[in-house]
C-alpha cells in the first residue's frame, strides 16, 4: 500500500502543533529569510491585493535587500526595491528612514508580530506599504530546529519504546515519515519553480546539495546572487568564486608555481565585475570553513558548482528527459562523472595538487540529489512511483543519518538493517527533524516517546 504521509503528518502535528507555533517565533538569521523569501516560501499573493512579480534581485551592496523587483497594488505596477527586517521597528532601528539609499523602497517586509503599530517612510517622507508575514508559516517551516546543532548520538528515550516495536509497524512508520519528507521537498521546489522558473529551481537544489549539511544555506545565496537569467557561461567560474568572496589582488603568490596562471585568470575575469558584483561586507555569505573534510571545502564546492554552470544545458536537458522517464541513471552518471581540470586535482585555490584524481561531485552526493530532489519531484507526479522509490538503494550512511539512526533506534537489535534504503533514511531523517532537533533540551519534555503508542 502507497503511504500518503497524511497519517505522518497528523501524528505530527496532534504532538507537536503548540511546541511548533512557539518555536516560530525562533526565527532564524535574515539572510535566511531573504534566500526563503526569493524562493517564494512564503507565496507571492496577498489578502491586501499585493501581488509580486517578479523578486527582484539581491543587492550585493549598502542599501535595500533587493533591487529592480516589480509588484502589483491592486493592480497598480511598480518597480524598485524591497527590504527586509525581522521587526518592524528595524526600519528606523537602522535609520533607514533617513538614509537616501532605501528612497527606491516600494516594499518593507517583517516577520516578527509587533505591539505597536510601525509607519515606514523614506527619507523623502514617502510613505512605503508594508508586509508583516508573522501569521505565515513558509513551506520550509522557518522553525529553531532547522538552525539547532545536532545532539549527542546517543540513543533517546524513544529509543526503548521504538525497540519494542514490530517491523512492519516501524516500517510503516518510517514510510510515512518519508513520503511526508518527500512531499515537503517537492513543494520546496515547486515553489522556487513557480516564482523563479524551473532551471533556477534546479541551479539552486544542486547547490544545496553541494553545501552538503554545514553549507547548504551559503551555496543556496551564492546560487540566488547569480540567478541562471543573469549568466555569462564563460564567466562564470571567475563570477561564482568572486561573489563567494574567495579571489584577491595578489592570492596567485600564495599559491603553487602551477596554479598561478589559473588564479590570475580568474583575478582578470573578476576584477572587470568586481565593482558591480562584488558583495559588501554587511552581506558577506555565511560560509564554514572549519570543521570540513578537504574534498567539502567551500572553494571546491563553488568550483564544482562553476562547473555545473558551465555545463549547464546538457545537465538541464538531461533533467527534464530524466524526469519524464522517471528513471535518473543519466543524471546520476553525468553529475558523479563531473569533472574540472583544477578541481579534479585541488582542495582549496592555493593548495598543491593532490597525487590522485578527486571526485568533484562524487556517487554519494549525486545520489543525495536525486533522493532529495529528484525522487521527490517523481512522487508528486505520479503517485505509482512509490513502487519504484522503494526499491531505491540508499548512499552510505552520512553523519546526520547515523545520529538519526543512533538517537531513535539505538536500542533494536537490527539496527544496521534501517539504512539500506532511501525511504528508510529519508522516513529517520524527518522523524528526527520534527521530533529530536526541535527539542532544545532534549528529550525531557519531547512528545514522540509518550506517542509512539499511539501509532
Known amino acids: 500500500m502507497t503511504p500518503s504521509g497524511k497519517r505522518y503528518q497528523t501524528f505530527r502535528e496532534a504532538f507537536l502543533g503548540g511546541l511548533l507555533a512557539e518555536t516560530h517565533d525562533q526565527l532564524p538569521s535574515e539572510i535566511e529569510l531573504q534566500s526563503q523569501w526569493f524562493s517564494g516560501a512564503f507565496g507571492k499573493t496577498f489578502s491586501n491585493g499585493i501581488e509580486i512579480l517578479e523578486f527582484g534581485e539581491w543587492n550585493h551592496g549598502a542599501g535595500p535587500d533587493f533591487l529592480n523587483a516589480i509588484i502589483s497594488f491592486s493592480g497598480t505596477i511598480k518597480k524598485g526595491a524591497i527590504e527586509i527586517d525581522k521587526h518592524p521597528k528595524n526600519w528606523e532601528l537602522h535609520k533607514h528612514h533617513l538614509n537616501p539609499a532605501f528612497n527606491e523602497c516600494i516594499l518593507h517586509l517583517s516577520f516578527q508580530e509587533a505591539s505597536s503599530t510601525y509607519f515606514f517612510r523614506t527619507s523623502e517622507n514617502r510613505e512605503i506599504p508594508s508586509l508583516n508575514l508573522s501569521h505565515l508559516s513558509p513551506n520550509s517551516s522557518l522553525t529553531k530546529h532547522q538552525t539547532a546543532p545536532n545532539l549527542l548520538a546517543h540513543p533517546g528515550t524513544c529509543s526503548a519504546p521504538l525497540a519494542d516495536l514490530t517491523k512492519d509497524r516501524l516500517t510503516s512508520l518510517l514510510k510515512e515519515a518519508a513520503m511526508h519528507r518527500a512531499q515537503r521537498k517537492s513543494n520546496q521546489f515547486l515553489s522556487i519553480q513557480r516564482t523563479q522558473g524551473k532551471e533556477q529551481a534546479l541551479w539552486q537544489a544542486l547547490a544545496r546539495t553541494l553545501g552538503y549539511h554545514p553549507n547548504q544555506l551559503a551555496m543556496e545565496v551564492l546560487s540566488q546572487r547569480l540567478p541562471v537569467r543573469t549568466w555569462e557561461p564563460e564567466k562564470m567560474e571567475a563570477l561564482l568564486l568572486g561573489a563567494a568572496g574567495f579571489l584577491a589582488p595578489h592570492l596567485h603568490e600564495k599559491a603553487p608555481p602551477e596554479s598561478r596562471a589559473y588564479i590570475e585568470q580568474l583575478w582578470v575575469t573578476w576584477w572587470k565585475y568586481r565593482q558591480e558584483k562584488e558583495i559588501h561586507e554587511e552581506r558577506s555569505i555565511p560560509w564554514t570553513m572549519n570543521g570540513l573534510r578537504p574534498q567539502n571545502h567551500p572553494h571546491r564546492r563553488v568550483g564544482a558548482l562553476a562547473t555545473l554552470a558551465t555545463h549547464w544545458k546538457t545537465l538541464f536537458s538531461t533533467f527534464q528527459s530524466d524526469l519524464e522517464q522517471g528513471s535518473f541513471v543519466t543524471m546520476n552518471k553525468a553529475l558523479a562523472e563531473l569533472s574540472h581540470p583544477f578541481w579534479s586535482q585541488h582542495y582549496t585555490l592555493t593548495s598543491s595538487s593532490s597525487s590522485r584524481p578527486i571526485a568533484l561531485f562524487g556517487k554519494s552526493r549525486a545520489q543525495d540529489f536525486i533522493i532529495n530532489h529528484l525522487l521527490p519531484l517523481q512522487l508528486h507526479q505520479h503517485d505509482s512511483f512509490w513502487d519504484q522509490y522503494e526499491q531505491v538503494k540508499a548512499p552510505p550512511?552520512?553523519?546526520?543519518?547515523?545520529?538519526?539512526?543512533?538517537?531513535?533506534?539505538?536500542?533494536?537489535?537490527?539496527?544496521?538493517?534501517?539504512?539500506k534504503y532511501a525511504w528508510q533514511q529519508q522516513g529517520l531523517l524527518e522523524i528526527y527533524r520534527d521530533f529530536c532537533a526541535s527539542q532544545q533540551e532534549g528529550c525531557l519534555h519531547c512528545p514522540f516517546s509518550q506517542q509512539l503508542q499511539q501509532w
Open 397 to 419: 550512511a552520512s553523519q546526520p543519518i547515523k545520529t538519526a539512526l543512533t538517537r531513535l533506534l539505538g536500542k533494536r537489535e537490527d539496527l544496521n538493517s534501517w539504512t
